[in-house]
């Protein structure tokens, strides 16, 4: 079974894999931001229980980071590998003819959205991995108050048009990489259902929507900030 | 019509290679592409110069020998056919033409447009067979029945005439498509269940020794194939190596 | 008595083969590895004997000119493969092959050969079946079967229209598993120029690597030759741009007889000349015949009124068409066999019929076979009172599934819809059924040179059914020749290696580099297709569809002349220590010039018309069958067999009498 993932079929759905597993992730992350948009108290409670149950922290946060790294590093050694194989390019190419540039260039999505997470995690991530285990905080609250302090952090990251415009170009990037990648995984699978209409569908639908979300948030805390 | 082509030529494996311009003149739009081409290689000789070398043979459609990347298309700019069978009523008068080899790290040029596909011969020969040897006395044709709908579906796998145009399209230059349709045709067949762990796995593993890259699902090769081999051979060529491995 | 042994065994024709197997000398298991066997050609025989010989342990080296065994030319062959297997229960049987075949073949075939290829021709079918070709199948699972030219049963197996492709894929499939056994060296891009004998035998050849140019020796105990057919002497034939008769006539030049050149197979539905660029002709299935109806018109007027455009065929009334094949034939009318089809439309061009701008075209129309099915599917799907509009688009729904393929490549290359205006279709050569003459054995007159599939002569007479070419490929190669081969390798059994480094080898090579040299450094004026295109003019013109006394000395004369011109004036630029395709094809060209004398000679001497071979000297003068072909059974029942002298005009004409003793001889008759 090793020797599967080492075939160049097996990285392939090794990509398909942490991909699924990524797709998954995001529709959880979305499920519980855009719970901000309407209850800031839902929204502090999912980020509180998310924040500290043992469970989500300690098994399910290190298996997604691998999974994010994972996914990348074999994502770089995938293209790596695939312009080996290329040699001496064209003198003319029109790739045009023969499939969409989105498909052709997601090397190219996938470094933006790589960009973004590095400032997702400056943002987000490295401040409460700060707050909670190297300062000790669990509570979640804002200091010397009783408030949690989810929502109000949310609000502040986006009153900042530069960063509220950096996230939404990242997310249009991630909208590109879903179009492509969702189809892509089911056939690196060995699914022919990405190749079908319905599937397709669903699979449109699924790129817009997410990124559009965590758009629509990302703005809407911006205009309604205070 | 008059035409400029621009055209990769180089002398053998060594040469470093270069695009050359030249002019052909009064091109009917009923030959074929290849028939131009004699114009170009009649006047070159004529002239004193070397002729371009080009892979070529049955000129039907059927032998898998020609393989020209014609502005920036395996095979150029119409859909379903191979070099030989695209009729120069596709072009304009006055157009510029370029015309590339087959490339891949895999096929590397002998010279010319002439490239060499010896590892689509290997992958084959690691496994792209039923082991039955030749008696006579095999079981009746008849004693095997299979049904029409995988009959016809091994035969539209087993259609690939093994050009190329497959990898020289693919970003990744990958083989996928091609070794995909083989295994899929036994796949397919009751005939070829007793071997395909084998076959999937030892296809594969001489695909990826080969240097072919990886697929990544653009779906370029399902467009620019002569013979319109599915994209779902891939798929299957996954799921067969999946289900060899977790046997 | 003649020179010529045919080693028919005795007995009645329905035991020889099965008898004779059980007779010849084996060799054994331990024993076949010390045997080396080179195989010249990869096709379905080529390839299928490769495979096979190199199953039954002999080390087996085989070569092509192509990139891949695969491409051979066997691979264009579109419409099916004849076996006896009598699936359809309508009273098929190995006698009615054998007959069918020999009376297609116009009597002038060796029976017992024809025998053994019907007898074994069901196991073909049970071979590929085993090996995974994906034939055609109905709903029930089993073989389907498609009925073809000439014949009263349903016996030809298909894979859709690629059936050629498919089986050679299948032999290359069974090569490919021994090149990974080691048994199997195979030599792609490679071509052979030479075979090497000594003391009599033949022991190997000599080769060219056509990417470095290098000349190579190799040696073998018994070398099988298996190039295919010379359909290119023509320069335009449906054959590959490669496809050549080096082999064949490098061993003709060696001593292995030459028999009936002047047997060719004129197809007659082939898409038509455009120019005189036109470098290869595509054939469009026989199958189409079923369905398609052949026309030129009436008068003169309307063909001029359409060659200038000023007319489209359509445009045309029944009462003005002249449906001249259902005219002269109305017995078999479009389905007359292929030759007579031919030559029926080779008359109405000669008249000026002809509908395309060549003056070479006639209609192949498929209107009222869409208007028939049109109305049939109307009423199996209770369409009352159909429109004319309806009828047609369910028509050309049922002409689509039968012919989809042919008809999408049709329009690819005239560009013109061929459901909306009927085809232009002209013969063209397409299949040689003479060639090297070989025994029962399929020995050459060589001691240890094998000769099999098209590149023989053996087993199609003077015309080959449909369907019967990928037959007899594969009966040779997987069925007789493994067999044959081990009767003359017994003795060979202690011989061990063969040196290439005597002085047989040393001249052969000296012989190739000379020539190529002679190539290199001739600074003539004129390229290679200067001179085959005119060979192939005077051979159409003189040595085509039909033939007379005057033209064909007129074309022996003129070849010869052609010939002297380009040993003078060919140029060939480039170098030979490299990839140089104008060399190659100068080699070929300088062997088909020789060819094509020798051919006319022979169609001289044959003073007779039948199969594919017609003479105008030779018809009916009176009767039902005024005009038609007449064979001459009393002077003429015999094979030729020509040995070289030199010159083709000096070569001697052995004959192998033809015996029928199982079939009477009888005139053909499609009226």
């Known amino acids: 079974m090793s020797g599967f993932f080492k075939s160049s079929i097996g990285r392939k759905v090794a990509m398909a894999l942490s991909a699924f597993f990524l797709m998954f992730f995001l529709i959880i992350h979305l499920a519980v931001n855009i719970t901000s948009l309407f209850s800031v108290e839902l929204f502090n409670q999912l980020s509180h229980f998310m924040g500290t149950n043992p469970l989500v922290q300690l098994a399910l946060q290190p298996v997604l980071i691998f999974g994010v790294v994972f996914h990348f590093v074999m994502g770089f050694i995938l293209e790596i590998k695939n312009r080996k194989a290329i040699g001496i390019s064209y003198a003319k190419n029109n790739g045009a003819a023969n499939s969409t540039w989105i498909s052709r260039n997601m090397i190219y999505s996938g470094l933006v959205i790589l960009a973004f997470l590095v400032l997702h995690f400056i943002d987000f991530w490295f401040p409460e991995m700060k707050l909670k285990y190297i300062e000790g905080d669990m509570t979640g609250v804002i200091a010397g108050t009783q408030e949690f302090r989810y929502f109000e952090e949310l609000q502040h990251k986006f009153l900042s048009p530069i960063r509220v415009g950096a996230y939404v170009l990242a997310f249009i990037f991630l909208a590109l990489h879903l179009l492509h990648g969702f189809t892509s995984a089911f056939q690196s699978m060995g699914s022919t259902a990405g190749r079908k209409k319905a599937l397709q569908t669903f699979g449109k639908i699924y790129a817009y929507a997410i990124p559009l979300g965590f758009i629509i948030i990302a703005v809407w805390h911006h205009f309604n900030h205070l | 019509m008059n035409l400029t082509l621009k055209i990769w030529r180089q002398k053998d494996s060594n040469a470093k290679g270069q695009m050359v311009d030249y002019k052909v003149n009064d091109i009917s739009e009923h030959m074929s592409f290849l028939e131009m081409m004699d114009v170009l290689n009649e006047q070159l000789i004529n002239s004193g110069e070397e002729p371009v070398a080009f892979d070529h043979d049955c000129r039907e459609g059927i032998c898998g020998m020609c393989s020209m990347y014609i502005n920036g298309e395996a095979h150029g700019p119409d859909r379903g056919v191979t070099t030989c069978q695209l009729h120069m009523r596709m072009f304009k008068d006055g157009d510029t033409i370029t015309i590339e080899p087959f490339r891949a790290k895999a096929f590397p040029v002998i010279k010319d447009l002439v490239v060499d596909r010896t590892a689509f011969e290997r992958i084959q020969q690691a496994g792209g067979y039923i082991s039955v040897n030749t008696s006579g006395n095999t079981q009746d044709a008849n004693a095997i029945p299979i049904s029409k709908h995988a009959a016809d579906e091994a035969m539209d796998a087993a259609t690939c005439i093994g050009c190329g145009a497959c990898v020289a399209t693919c970003k990744n230059s990958s083989a996928m498509l091609f070794v995909g349709a083989k295994v899929s045709q036994y796949a397919l067949l009751p005939q070829g269940q007793i071997e395909a762990a084998d076959r999937v796995r030892n296809m594969v593993a001489q695909m990826d020794a080969e240097g072919f890259g990886n697929c990544t699902n653009t779906g370029a090769c399902e467009v620019e194939c002569p013979k319109g081999i599915s994209l779902d051979n891939i798929a299957r060529m996954n799921r067969e190596l999946m289900k060899a491995n977790l046997k | ?671």
Not at chain 3, 97 to 110: A, C, E, I, N, P
Not at chain 3, 204 to 229: Q, Y
Not at chain 3, 258 to 270: D, K, L
Request: glycine share 10%; charged share 25%.
């Open chain 3, 1 to 671: 008595m003649s020179v010529l042994n045919s080693k028919v065994p005795k007995g009645p024709i329905k035991d020889k083969w099965t008898t004779y197997k059980d007779k010849i000398n084996l060799v054994n298991p331990a024993n076949k590895r010390h045997i080396d066997i080179i195989v010249v050609g990869t096709g379905l025989a080529g390839g299928s004997a490769a495979a096979t010989l190199a199953e039954l342990g002999y080390n087996v080296k085989a070569f092509c000119y192509q990139d891949s065994p695969r491409r051979a030319h066997s691979i264009a062959a579109q419409g099916g493969i004849n076996a006896a297997k009598n699936y359809q229960g309508d009273g098929d049987s190995t006698y009615r092959l054998f007959y069918d075949t020999v009376k297609g073949g116009d009597y002038r075939s060796r029976e017992a050969n024809v025998y053994r290829l019907a007898e074994v021709s069901a196991n073909i079918i049970d071979q590929c079946v085993a090996q995974g070709v994906p034939f055609a199948r109905d709903y029930g699972g089993l073989l389907d079967n498609r009925s073809f030219g000439g014949v009263l049963v349903s016996r030809t197996f298909y894979a859709k229209g690629q059936t050629g492709q498919q089986l050679l894929l299948g032999a290359y499939s069974a090569m490919n598993r021994q090149i990974a056994r080691g048994k199997i060296q195979m030599y792609n891009r490679h071509e052979m120029l030479d075979v090497v004998k000594v003391d009599g035998k033949a022991r190997g050849i000599i080769a060219r690597d056509l990417i470095t140019g290098k000349i190579e020796r190799h040696s073998a105990h018994a070398v099988v030759i298996a190039s295919g057919g010379y359909g290119n002497v023509y320069f335009l034939s449906t054959n590959a741009m490669g496809s050549n008769a080096t082999a064949a006539w490098k061993i003709h030049k060696k001593g292995a007889f030459f028999a009936n050149p002047c047997y060719t197979q004129i197809h007659p539905t082939c898409i038509p000349r455009s120019g005189d660029y036109q470098s290869k002709l595509t054939l469009m299935s026989e199958s189409l015949r079923n369905d398609g109806r052949i026309w030129v018109p009436k008068n003169m007027d309307d063909v001029m009124a359409i060659r200038e455009g000023r007319k489209k065929p359509t445009d045309l009334s029944e009462d003005e068409r002249d449906y001249y094949l259902e005219r002269r034939y109305p017995a078999f009318g479009n389905l007359v066999p292929r030759d007579v089809a031919s030559r029926a439309a080779k008359e109405r061009c000669d008249a000026g019929y002809g509908v395309n701008a060549t003056g070479e075209a006639v209609y192949l129309d498929f209107a009222s076979a869409i208007e028939r099915y049109g109305k049939e599917q109307a009423k199996l799907n209770h369409i009352e009172n159909p429109t004319k509009e309806k009828i047609t688009e369910l028509g050309e729904g049922i002409i689509e599934a039968k012919y989809g393929n042919l008809f999408q490549m049709y329009e690819k290359i005239v560009d013109e819809n061929p459901y909306k205006t009927p085809m232009m279709i002209y013969p063209a050569t397409h299949y040689t059924m003479g060639g090297v003459w070989v025994d029962y054995n399929l020995m050459t007159t060589v001691d240890g040179l094998y000769c099999i599939g098209e590149a023989n002569f053996s087993d199609h007479g003077a015309n080959r059914l449909g369907a019967s070419a990928l037959m007899q490929g594969l009966a040779d190669g997987y069925f007789v020749l493994p067999y044959t081969i081990g009767d003359y390798l017994s003795n060979d059994i202690r011989t061990g290696p063969i040196s290439t480094e005597t002085k047989e080898f040393e001249d052969a090579e000296k012989e190739v580099t000379d020539r190529i040299n002679f190539f290199m450094n001739n600074n003539g004026t004129k390229s290679v297709d200067y001179f085959h295109k005119r060979l192939g003019k005077v051979m159409w013109d003189k040595v085509g569809m039909a033939r007379n006394e005057k033209g064909l000395k007129e074309a022996m004369a003129e070849i010869k002349q052609i010939r002297e011109e380009f040993w003078k004036d060919v140029k060939v630029p480039g170098n030979a220590n490299e990839m140089n395709p104008e060399l190659e094809k100068a080699g070929r060209v300088a062997d088909f010039l020789e060819l094509g004398e020798l051919f006319a000679k022979d169609a001289l001497i044959r003073n007779e018309s039948c199969g594919g071979h017609f003479r105008e000297e030779s018809v009916e003068l009176e009767g039902e069958q005024k005009g038609e072909a007449k064979r001459n059974d009393k002077d003429f029942a015999f094979v030729s067999a020509w040995e070289y002298k030199g010159e083709p005009a000096d070569a001697v004409l052995h004959k192998e009498e033809l015996e029928f003793k199982d079939i009477e001889l009888k005139q053909r008759s499609y009226k």
